[in-house]
């Protein structure tokens, strides 16, 4: 029976999604109105195919424009709206800046500095693996983070092994040094561009209340975050869970610096994309000054990124090549790299989303949740915060906040709670899974090193999701109305 299902995985996937939309759509067993019970049985498609992975994710996503329009719930032009929805192009901005940061080496010079600074004894070497893989992770998606940091890592354990001496735990090092790149890529969730989810839930909040969240506002709350958890990542791994003992490596000082004195001096691509980058951050950071200080023009987070993004494709790298036609920092060919896919993730998701408030749906789940939630504020957040977490080890983060984001906001709505206050901790703790190999793609990553056996992934998952909820839930009751409030 087990062979016959891992055989057939895909078609029963299929076909379990096609059977709930099926008994939905003819069975109406909720007893909505024929519109709302439409929307209702194609919602059930698509969750059970994204939970199941029956097709990949963003193909999920564009299953709305075949039957939004089919079964007469939204025209064509008005679902495809939602594709192209503005938190889309900051998200794509953000991906620009980082194709070029990654095409220019930009990310691997700063790693490998980082590393450099903090010292190459076995925990030394971690914390600067952690910082480096943070800092670059608030800025790149954490997916494309681990892929950059993994070769380096990889390349490090295999120096210290090769020189190891008698005390020194080379498993635990490697161990941890794994489990760190993805966990604080996932960790990373210090500005909105960070994770999918982020910019899922930005999306949400502009379209349901009209309320931008500013970039700054973000960092304020959850930058603090990021690195309270990077330091409890590196005090747990290091300190508790998985010592190394090992003492500094001249070994591995050497490789850090053959590797940086390969890549040369700062080259003039490395340079323009560096302004570009800092001129980005801090237009995203004091948008909300310029904006106060004339009354010319309005800039927004999603204007922002794609002026960095479209600035790439004009100035010149200015890099010394045999041949005489000029390169700009970023040509067109270089975003066949890029992650479409989420893009159209966010698209599918936004659609379902506006489907479901057009049809009252989330507004009742979320007055049918909110009579059975306490009145307790802090406790409510607890268990959200619990639930995103855990629920997001078997299931897509992005997906997951797609789904889960209007039902928060409504429940939040009926029991007079801003809708921050319930949706960011869901959103946050929905990037924290750190038990399974498939809870995020960091986490699939690191695991098919080799270097991690499921059980130190477990033990370890299992302490930081315990960390992370504690810490998103009190970061959400008692900082987060101080920087931000919808009411």
Request: net charge neutral; with cysteine.
């Amino acid at each position: 029976m087990l062979s016959f299902i891992r055989t057939y995985q895909k078609e029963l996937a299929l076909l379990t999604g096609l059977l709930f939309f099926l008994l939905i759509l003819f069975g109406n067993p909720l007893e909505q109105e024929a519109k709302a019970n439409m929307v209702l049985a194609v919602a059930a498609l698509m969750v059970s195919w994204w939970i199941l992975e029956a097709l990949p994710l963003p193909v999920v996503a564009l299953v709305p424009i075949v039957l939004f329009p089919l079964l007469g719930i939204s025209p064509v032009k008005d679902v495809t709206k939602s594709y192209a929805d503005s938190m889309i192009f900051l998200f794509m901005g953000g991906f620009l800046i980082a194709l070029a940061i990654e095409k220019w080496n930009l990310h691997k010079r700063i790693a490998l500095s980082i590393i450099l600074k903090t010292g190459t004894n076995g925990n030394s070497i971690i914390l600067g693996f952690i910082l480096s893989t943070g800092f670059l992770s608030f800025w790149l998606s954490n997916t494309a983070t681990t892929m950059m940091m993994f070769p380096i890592a990889l390349s490090v354990i295999h120096v210290l092994q090769e020189h190891a001496r008698p005390g020194e735990n080379i498993r635990n090092f490697s161990t941890v040094l794994m489990l760190c790149i993805a966990y604080a890529s996932n960790f990373g969730f210090g500005t909105i561009i960070a994770t999918p989810p982020n910019v899922a839930y930005v999306a949400h909040i502009q379209d349901r209340f009209q309320y931008s969240i500013g970039f700054a506002d973000w960092m304020m709350v959850f930058m603090p975050l990021s690195f309270l958890m990077f330091g409890c990542l590196y005090v747990v791994s290091t300190k508790w869970l998985f010592p190394n003992h090992i003492r500094h490596s001249e070994e591995g000082r050497l490789y850090i610096r053959e590797s940086l004195k390969a890549l040369g001096p700062l080259q003039k691509p490395e340079k323009r994309v560096l302004v570009v980058f800092v001129c980005t951050v801090l237009l995203w950071t004091g948008k909300d000054i310029l904006n106060g200080m004339q009354t010319l023009f309005a800039l927004d987070d999603s204007m922002i990124a794609m002026a960095g993004g479209i600035t790439l494709f004009m100035i010149p790298s200015g890099s010394e090549t045999s041949k005489p036609v000029k390169t700009a920092l970023l040509e067109w060919k270089d975003t066949s790299q890029m992650a479409w896919g989420i893009l159209i993730l966010f698209g599918g998701g936004i659609a379902l989303a506006k489907a479901l408030e057009e049809a009252q749906l989330m507004h009742q789940l979320g007055q049918f949740m909110s009579s059975y939630a306490t009145g307790n504020t802090f406790l409510l957040i607890l268990l959200i915060t619990v639930m995103s977490v855990f629920l997001s080890e078997v299931m897509s983060n992005v997906a997951q906040v797609i789904v889960m984001a209007p039902v928060i906001s409504s429940m939040a709505v009926a029991l007079g709670i801003d809708p921050l206050q319930l949706g960011l901790p869901m959103t946050i703790g929905a990037t924290c899974a750190s038990m399974m190999p498939m809870g995020t793609p960091p986490n699939a990553i690191v695991f098919s090193s080799g270097h991690i056996r499921l059980k130190d992934m477990l033990k370890a998952g299992l302490v930081m999701n315990i960390i992370s909820i504690i810490l998103v839930t009190l970061f959400s009751y008692f900082i987060l109305p101080l920087v931000m409030k919808m009411g």
